[in-house]
């Protein structure tokens, strides 16, 4: 579980619990962030922005943070008490848990950007995601969609198995994805498999640093088949086959392959001071392994360790002492505070300034200075962060997903990307009159 992590990007990060929550911390104090639908926290009536109060007897108002964690770390696999008060209560209510296996979903905040335009975001790449994916785009009304905004930001790899069938919704049967090569090993080709749904729909995939392994494999098939627009910030650059061998106490990691894409590119950035520090000559299909790389158009793709967008979209830069807010969770406790002393807030809420004055109120007590420059100049992130706090612990994570979502500048550019589809990529020679958009794929032959 998260804690101090207010924004929903981080959250997103850990959702796999034995009673099924999501929970906020800070010392003395325990917030239900979100509960998945059918687990025990949920079976039991706990809802977004329940405090739980008591664990087991133990008074949680006594206990600092590593205290809190160590005792929520004990309770996760056994039958539990929680002493929970629930918003707008002053009494707190006995739940009984029992603890149970959940697989938690690795498709989250699927939703219409606009008419047409669908959005799904992938934490990992597990046996189930094609077709959480497969679910997600029929949910939102497959037959008007023109578009899909894939963001595989923060995706940190998986199964490649499943890479695979999930690449074969978008490509062609019998398309290759990736190759294994290594030195002591027999090369291996994996592609596309029949059978599968195909989806002729526009697509955008977003990535940046955190985008790893698997994940890379995926968008790099998608942007050397010339399948998608890539955007964003380069990939990290994590493209090896590692083999564990157990040993007494332990075990032993071994790097025996590194994977390959469709071009022949390594997705494996250089790491100086190890074998991997340059290409290996001997496992590189080019000549020249850094440059000379070519999409199934022509359009020339660097070779230098991880995947290079085809359009630059820079994450934004947030002023570091309003970024240390979320950082420490300053804007759920506030939520949580406003909504014990405040009307109920419903979906057409907006902070105006009166609620940016009480929030500079609730810093001062505090003690949490914000310079009178950071904070003019960021109003409207602030805005939007106290609306996304409260939003969560009111509507749940999914709720301030999607308003975090439709306010990220990466996705807002994103979007803009869509009517420019088929002129990123048609063939470098290409005629301007030969770049025609029907819909809903514009660059379908």
């Given at each position: 579980m998260p804690t101090n992590m207010s924004s929903t990007a981080n959250l997103r990060r850990a959702r796999r619990a034995a009673l099924g929550r999501i929970l906020f911390l800070e010392p003395g104090k325990i917030l239900v962030l979100q509960t998945a639908p059918g687990s025990p926290s949920w079976r039991a009536g706990l809802r977004p922005g329940d405090e739980i109060v008591e664990i087991n007897g133990q008074r949680c108002d006594r206990l600092g943070m590593e205290s809190l964690l160590e005792l929520l770390q004990r309770v996760r696999s056994q039958p539990v008490r929680l002493g929970v008060i629930h918003p707008g209560e002053v009494v707190a209510h006995e739940h009984k848990l029992n603890p149970a296996e959940l697989a938690m979903p690795t498709v989250d905040t699927p939703l219409l950007l606009e008419p047409g335009i669908a959005y799904v975001h992938i934490t990992s790449l597990d046996r189930e995601t094609p077709q959480e994916v497969l679910d997600a785009i029929h949910q939102l009304g497959i037959e008007n969609l023109k578009g899909l905004l894939l963001d595989l930001r923060w995706t940190h790899g998986g199964v490649?198995?499943?890479?695979?069938?999930?690449?074969?919704?978008?490509?062609?049967?019998?398309?290759?994805?990736?190759?294994?090569?290594?030195?002591?090993?027999?090369?291996?080709?994996?592609?596309?498999?029949?059978?599968?749904?195909?989806?002729?729909?526009?697509?955008?995939?977003?990535?940046n640093g955190e985008t790893a392994g698997a994940a890379e494999v995926l968008a790099a098939a998608l942007q050397e088949h010339d399948r998608a627009v890539i955007a964003g910030e380069p990939t990290l650059g994590k493209g090896v086959v590692e083999s564990v061998t157990a040993l007494s106490g332990g075990g032993l990691t071994l790097t025996t392959a590194q994977y390959f894409t469709p071009s022949g590119r390594s997705i494996q950035r250089?790491?100086?001071?190890?074998?991997?520090?340059?290409?290996?000559?001997?496992?590189?299909?080019?000549?020249?392994?850094?440059?000379?790389?070519?999409?199934?158009?022509?359009?020339?793709?660097?070779?230098?360790?991880?995947?290079?967008?085809?359009?630059?979209?820079?994450?934004?830069?947030?002023?570091?002492?309003?970024?240390?807010?979320?950082?420490h969770g300053t804007f759920t406790s506030f939520a949580s505070e406003y909504l014990t002393t405040h009307a109920k807030v419903d979906r057409s809420f907006e902070p105006d300034a009166r609620i940016l004055g009480l929030f500079q109120d609730y810093l001062v007590r505090k003690r949490i200075h914000v310079p009178a420059e950071s904070w003019s100049q960021n109003q409207e992130y602030l805005k939007l962060r106290i609306k996304t706090g409260l939003f969560n612990l009111i509507f749940g994570l999914s709720v301030g997903d999607?308003?975090?979502t439709r306010n990220d500048p990466q996705v807002q550019k994103a979007m803009a990307l869509f009517p420019e589809?088929?002129?990123?990529?048609?063939?470098?020679l290409a005629k301007a009159d030969t770049c025609v958009s029907p819909k809903p794929n514009p660059c379908k032959e």
């Amino acid at each position: 579980m998260p804690t101090n992590m207010s924004s929903t990007a981080n959250l997103r990060r850990a959702r796999r619990a034995a009673l099924g929550r999501i929970l906020f911390l800070e010392p003395g104090k325990i917030l239900v962030l979100q509960t998945a639908p059918g687990s025990p926290s949920w079976r039991a009536g706990l809802r977004p922005g329940d405090e739980i109060v008591e664990i087991n007897g133990q008074r949680c108002d006594r206990l600092g943070m590593e205290s809190l964690l160590e005792l929520l770390q004990r309770v996760r696999s056994q039958p539990v008490r929680l002493g929970v008060i629930h918003p707008g209560e002053v009494v707190a209510h006995e739940h009984k848990l029992n603890p149970a296996e959940l697989a938690m979903p690795t498709v989250d905040t699927p939703l219409l950007l606009e008419p047409g335009i669908a959005y799904v975001h992938i934490t990992s790449l597990d046996r189930e995601t094609p077709q959480e994916v497969l679910d997600a785009i029929h949910q939102l009304g497959i037959e008007n969609l023109k578009g899909l905004l894939l963001d595989l930001r923060w995706t940190h790899g998986g199964v490649l198995g499943a890479t695979i069938r999930l690449a074969s919704l978008f490509l062609k049967p019998e398309v290759l994805v990736v190759t294994q090569r290594g030195r002591a090993m027999p090369e291996k080709s994996l592609q596309t498999v029949a059978g599968l749904a195909q989806f002729d729909l526009a697509l955008v995939v977003l990535v940046n640093g955190e985008t790893a392994g698997a994940a890379e494999v995926l968008a790099a098939a998608l942007q050397e088949h010339d399948r998608a627009v890539i955007a964003g910030e380069p990939t990290l650059g994590k493209g090896v086959v590692e083999s564990v061998t157990a040993l007494s106490g332990g075990g032993l990691t071994l790097t025996t392959a590194q994977y390959f894409t469709p071009s022949g590119r390594s997705i494996q950035r250089p790491l100086p001071g190890t074998a991997l520090a340059l290409p290996d000559p001997a496992l590189s299909t080019s000549a020249n392994p850094r440059h000379g790389f070519h999409t199934d158009n022509g359009r020339l793709i660097t070779a230098d360790g991880g995947i290079v967008p085809d359009v630059a979209l820079p994450a934004p830069q947030r002023d570091p002492r309003v970024a240390a807010l979320d950082t420490h969770g300053t804007f759920t406790s506030f939520a949580s505070e406003y909504l014990t002393t405040h009307a109920k807030v419903d979906r057409s809420f907006e902070p105006d300034a009166r609620i940016l004055g009480l929030f500079q109120d609730y810093l001062v007590r505090k003690r949490i200075h914000v310079p009178a420059e950071s904070w003019s100049q960021n109003q409207e992130y602030l805005k939007l962060r106290i609306k996304t706090g409260l939003f969560n612990l009111i509507f749940g994570l999914s709720v301030g997903d999607e308003l975090e979502t439709r306010n990220d500048p990466q996705v807002q550019k994103a979007m803009a990307l869509f009517p420019e589809i088929c002129s990123l990529l048609k063939p470098p020679l290409a005629k301007a009159d030969t770049c025609v958009s029907p819909k809903p794929n514009p660059c379908k032959e």
